[in-house]
């Protein structure tokens, strides 16, 4: 993780800053070889009804896997997976596949649209891009005008076009932009960062014993990790642990399932660390030569025996011993997971510290088969000599106050919205949304609804009618993946190489790709200045430093300079590892410094009262969050959601599989179908993520199951600010079976 503060950057790095470079299941078969023209005389260049096939990266989740088209009389047919592409290889998920009704959905944005009507009454007119484009300037403008360009939140998440949008926000002078990793990954980047000065990769492939706490590879896919989990467990290379209150599909592959109580997670690592310590499973070499605060953790675990934690966390104390031991016995071809996903509990960065901790002490660290530094290839830059003006207020959010060993540059999204709703220091009254949809990924969608309501002005840029799109005052459509061309990419894992997304098929309707849309607007806002280039001499800066041309990738779709990972690297003499020491730090000095406990120490959790369950939320293999459960293709395979009960608190409150049931939490409730189950313990509920949309633009999923956010009460990790999404309470109750309801 680093410090990428939108306000210090260097003149070359401005606009060269990527955004974070980030690190399913259908395996379909795929030809190898390069390119493969269906005939000489069918080819042709995209759009003009040729017959071809292209590499290109999907972008229908954050994987950004490669793909090949199969474009024939000009209509995208195929999307296969690329197998020259080191992440992905020869799988394409069925969200991936899907990718072609990305471009043909009748649902889908296909003009720029202004509002007529009130807020929420769908009335909009068509507009063309002129005038879309103008009246979003003046909008912007007369925020700005009124209250300050500070006055205009921006908000944002990841994609390969993200970076022009940030420094559009930055152009225009708003210290205010936030960014999606406060809603999903933050607290696991600062308990890993902690530890090791930077966020590592785990070396799947080559391991013999893995821990994962709800890390659901096998639904919640993350390439190559998803891949190689299912070839390590197929071929019984390796053993998993896999700790989850619910009966996941990784749960079904495991070899051992650990029902563990929500929320508890820490209280079974320490227990863990206390047995590495206690029984002198640790690598003293690799501990002595390498770590600092062996002895303040060895202090603070000192009670944390596995009979403490078995209290806790509910997994027996024998079992906590054994997986310790084989744990041990494996490393360093070991490593417990750090999981994507870490939105979890307000005490979640001392979860995934104590993670880190216990990876550590074995000494697996960047070796074969544990936890592995990333490496990037740095790419060159177009060289612009501008500078985004200093922002003329303070961000709402002091990141230094609340949150300083987060990442100032993505922000906290639950303290944004906490400040906007209180027009704390200074009011927000326009809001810019890109690549986002808040009204889903945010907990408790009643307050996002009212926060939308606080604005004079709102922009959506998205490829579909979303649920925000539809409270916008303008929706700017933007070409999707599919028909534009981006910035080369830079990959980490399983090694560094290179990728570029390329223009497939012409636009299909009347979109622009973002890169052109900040254009547009930074001209009429007057600072054209930092968008005057194209994306072709982009790439070509890019691609310099490798002496490379964009056409270089063409046969593969991929380039490297190598065809492994490497190992080791930091385990050199004289290396420093980006921590306050220098070394591994068991007990951080950064957390320290900052007044948080060096060490974890775990916090008890309130017992999940009799008549009330915890709301644990998750994603779906078919799924990419709220954002293509309206796909015509994946629709099929899932059209509603309903609410995962165990069998036995059903029993009591007389519910049936399929019956209507009332959820109500502390800020909503909801009426869903009760999916009656034995795969989640007796005191949880598990309502999947995405359903529920609001907006009729949505033809498909307008109004079908229910929606977690909904639910979801405003939490957030105490050190990341990260959201901390299970920590929701609510009762079921039966309505009536389905028949009843829906007469
Ligand atoms: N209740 C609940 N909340 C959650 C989660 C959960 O499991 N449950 N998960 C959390 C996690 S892990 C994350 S990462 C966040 C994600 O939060 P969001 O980023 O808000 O998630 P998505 O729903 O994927 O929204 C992405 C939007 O981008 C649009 N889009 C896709 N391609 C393009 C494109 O090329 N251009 C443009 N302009 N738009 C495009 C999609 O249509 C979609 O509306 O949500 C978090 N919030
Ligand atoms: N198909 C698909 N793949 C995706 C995504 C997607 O939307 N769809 N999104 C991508 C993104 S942005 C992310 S962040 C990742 C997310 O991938 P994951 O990190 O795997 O997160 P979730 O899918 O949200 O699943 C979280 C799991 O944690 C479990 N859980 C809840 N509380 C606890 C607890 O206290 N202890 C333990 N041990 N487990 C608990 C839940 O039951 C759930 O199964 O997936 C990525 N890949
Ligand atoms: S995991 Fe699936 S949706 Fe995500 S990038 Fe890969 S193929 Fe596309
Ligand atoms: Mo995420």
Known sequence: MSDNSRFSVTRR????????????????????????????????????????????????????????????????????????????????????????????????????????????????????????????????????????????????????????????????GSANHVRHPSLCLASGNVGFFSVFGTVPAFDVANTQYMIFSGANRLESFITPDTIDLVDVLEKKKAKLVYLDPRYTVTASKADTWLPIKPGTDLAFYLALIHVLITEELYDKDFVARYTIGFDEVAAGIAGNTPEWAEQECGVPARQIREIAREFAYHAPRSFIYKGRRTSWTTNDTPMRQAMAIANALVGNWDREGGLVPKQSLRKGEVDLDVWPPLPDQDCIVSMEEKHPLANAGDGTYLDFREKVMLDEPYPIRGWFVYKQNPMHSLPDRGLTRRMIDKMEFVVVTDIMPTDTAWLADVILPESSYLEREDPVVGFQDPYPFLSMRNKVVDPVHDTKPNFEIMQELSRRLGFPEFFDYKIKAMQRAQLEPFGLEPESLEATGMWSDRKERTYGKSLKEGYRFRTPSGKIELASERFRRRGYNPVPVYEPQDAIPGNQFKLLVGKNAYFTHASNQNNPWLHELMPDNGLWLNSKPAAQRGISNGDIVRVKSAVGEVEVRAIVTERIRPDCVHLPHGFDHISPLMSRVHGAGACDSDLLISREDHISGNAALHETLVTVERIGDGKEVHA
Request: with cysteine.
């Open 13 to 172: 790095g401005f606009l060269g800053t990527s955004a974070c470079t980030l690190a399913g299941l259908t395996l379909t078969g795929c030809e190898s070889g390069g390119l493969r023209f269906f005939s000489d005389a069918e080819a042709s260049e995209p759009g003009a009804g040729g017959s071809y096939e292209k590499f290109s990266v999907c972008a229908n989740c954050v994987n950004k896997c490669g793909i090949k088209a199969k474009v024939v009389a000009g209509r995208l047919k195929k999307l296969d997976p690329n197998p020259h592409f080191p992440k992905s290889r020869s799988m394409l998920c069925a969200k991936g596949q899907a990718g072609v009704q990305v471009l043909y959905d009748k649902d889908r944005l296909k003009h720029p649209l202004i509002r007529t009507g009130p807020r929420g009454s769908g009335q909009f007119r068509q507009a063309s891009w002129e005038e879309a484009l103008d009246h979003v300037a003046e909008g912007l403008a007369k925020i700005r005008d009124k209250y300050g360009a500070s006055s205009v939140l921006f908000s944002s998440t990841e994609g390969l076009q993200e970076h022009f949008f940030r420094e559009f926000s930055a152009a225009f």
